[in-house]
């Protein structure tokens, strides 16, 4: 009577990786509402994680299945200016999830790649769902105690493995998945610990540095990204306004902080292919001027993200700046995962949109990026180094060859 | 690239089926928002109705997924006094769907028959969802255009026909939703406003007699149904406060109105099994005194229903009696298919809960009953006779044999 397993991973399994995600990453609290963001194609994961949470405790359990079918059909035939609505209630539930102090768990990964590819990129850009804008102001109120995990799906599996069978191929991502989630350890939750104390020890030398900027050079990459006065890096453990304990992504690899949106200049070529709204984009090149993009190409769906920059004044400018070391297991798997949260922690990456506003403090609070959107796309590689510039000029390396040198 | 029809039924059927559903039951309007409730297991109708909408100009389909495993992991791990609570947002959404004069549309028919059945019927009497106590107000305030049709399931179709493989189990159920909806008519359209004649014709005649009240005597059966002054028998032909004309039932072959809550007596024994809320109740028998239900014993789940009837104060008192001749297509099939929509639409029938407003006039509207919940059990057969009661203690056959008599 439990919810099946897709046969290729253990009911055991799944309960292990739902227990980690709502009593570690998520941390649900007894009474609280848990609101679960799913995809159709991902229902054993989502049942086990409803099951784990009311184990915990919770209140109520809130699934939302999104199907990239429906939106399929929306990009096909509504009305073009029709393609950006939201109903009104889709944003007041997120806002509600705050003031009501719930806890978010999201399910990433692609769930049907492919869906909208034949599909006009212009059009397929406009319609930003399941994303809402709403989600960033929770987060930087930080009500709500919240964490994203990856959920192989079918589809997703032969994406990443196209040269396996089926059933191989979701196996070997299940493996992959339960590996950089550290839960082929014997204790999870240990490791991470571990692993977050490492990472909180770069991002506390790297502010106390108070660089002017990040300079990013490898091959077709040149980007110099500005810092703020206050800008601290941070990494990924939260703690929301009641003092709840969580961690935002599971898995985290990375050190990130909140950049000078006015002084971004150079080109950065993508080092990972990145999935946008279901759209997957290749052999991304981004070209900034003082802060702002200039130009977007791309070997496969430019328009997708030509269409997320557009979407307001700080869409075209940077959020986020985030640097991962070689010591990750993601980068280790030399593996492209077409999921921002799993290729994301494999290589540095820079954000556009909206910024996390406890990375500053003071009068930068008003200076960081605001956006309704927030997208990542990878630009680190072994071959990228990065160095910190001061403001008088002189640098000093800080990653080089995936090696830490603060 | 569009949705898979699950082997059994055609595209173009299901294509068919969303078209009448969205152009002609639900009567979705350009601009509308369109609201879907389904259920897993459901995916292929709900996206062909989702493209149809938006075909016809919807400027948004809200598709809401129901999980009943999750609702299983409810009732089985969750706090004994969290099991009533519902998320501020679900009411508030309803709501809004008529302060915006959205279309409803929901797919009936069991997902996963017997999911809950190892369950203390008890506690899953406590937990009413995907039920919304906010519908009634919506439908009463006749503020969105919405209908109900049957989606068959895999495993719906075992319950209806356990004798028959899988997959010959679907087609059949497949088939026979087809032809009880009227899609195997050349003209589907004109085949229900011919139906719905007969319909208006009946209602409006039983209307002009102004009975006291209904007896219903058969098996089992002796229940006397008092009527209001004003209590008119309607067919399922609406039409919102904008002028929208809808048909809030695909399949309907019923003849409806709402009764006095304070003058119902005797016995009734259910003629059909019935699904509440994911749990299958059998062999049920009820009895009245002055409008309230005394008892409820069923061979099955007695609890479940036990549960709804203790909701509130009107949960035990009728809010919907209707009459069912032995014209339509459902009864003809002689199939217990457990879902209301479909046997409510073979058998005269009584519902707990919450009346229709748009059945009485002037005074009577404050007398109809109230309530969070509305519950149909059938308690026609062609040996359940019916006839209406006037107050000077004559009487008069109504429905003799499944055939009209007034």
Same mark, same amino acid.
């Given at each position: ?15 292990r990786f739902?227990d980690l995600?709502?009593g570690f990453a ?152 339960l590996?950089?989630c550290r839960l082929d350890e014997d204790d999870p939750i240990a490791a991470w610990e ?56 599971l898995p ?9 949106? %006015? $002084?971004?200049? &150079?080109?950065? #070529? ?5 999935? @946008?709204? /279901?759209?997957?984009?290749? !052999? ?25 920059? %557009? $979407?307001?004044? &700080?869409?075209? #400018? ?5 640097? @991962?070391? /070689?010591?990750?297991?993601? !980068? ?29 403090? &003071? ?44």
């Open positions: 009577m439990s919810a099946a397993s897709d046969g290729v991973v253990a009911q055991s399994d799944l309960e739902a995600t709502v998520a941390n649900v609290q007894r009474g609280q509402i848990v609101s679960i963001g799913s995809e159709l194609g991902k229902e054993p994961l989502t049942r086990a994680i409803a099951a784990s949470a009311y184990r915990a405790g919770a209140r109520f359990v809130d699934v939302s299945y999104f199907d990239l079918h429906v939106k399929r059909a929306r990009i096909e035939h509504a009305d073009e200016d029709t393609l950006d609505f939201v109903p009104s209630w889709y944003g007041e539930r997120v806002l509600e999830l705050g003031r009501q102090r719930c806890s978010r768990i999201a399910l990433t990964g692609p769930s049907f790649p492919g869906l909208l590819d034949d599909l006009d990129p212009a059009r397929a850009g406009r319609d930003q769902l399941p994303a809402l804008k709403e989600v960033g102001q929770v987060v930087n109120e930080r009500t709500s105690n919240w964490t994203a995990i990856p959920c192989p799906t079918a589809g997703w599996a032969q994406l990443v493995h196209p040269d396996l069978e089926p059933e191989e191929a979701l196996a070997k991502l299940w493996q992959e998945v590996h950089v571990a692993r977050g104390e490492t990472l909180v020890t770069a991002a506390s030398k790297l502010s106390q540095r108070r660089f002017d900027a990040l300079r990013f050079t490898g091959p077709g990459t040149d980007l110099t990204v500005g810092l703020l006065p206050t800008s601290n890096f941070l990494a990924a453990r939260f703690e929301t306004v009641d003092g709840v304990v969580h961690r935002p992504n985290s690899e990375e050190v990130f902080s909140a950049p000078d949106p %006015a $002084r971004v200049d &150079g080109v950065v #070529r993508a080092t990972k292919p990145l999935v @946008v709204g /279901g759209s997957i984009i290749k !052999g991304l090149e981004v070209e900034f001027a003082e802060g702002r993009i200039t130009r977007i190409d791309a070997d496969e769906n430019a328009e997708v993200l030509r269409g997320y920059a %557009a $979407r307001d004044e &700080g869409a075209s #400018r940077l959020g986020e700046v985030a640097l @991962v070391d /070689g010591e990750g297991r993601i !980068g280790a798997l030399d593996t492209v995962f077409f999921d921002t949260l799993l290729d994301e922690n494999a290589a540095s990456h820079i954000a556009i949109g909206q910024a996390y506003a406890m990375c500053v403090e &003071g009068e930068d609070v008003d200076r960081i990026n605001q956006s309704q959107i927030h997208v990542d796309f990878m630009i680190g590689s072994p071959e990228v180094r990065v160095d910190g510039l001061q403001a008088d000029g002189s640098s000093a390396p800080v990653l080089v060859d995936g090696a830490w040198q603060v």
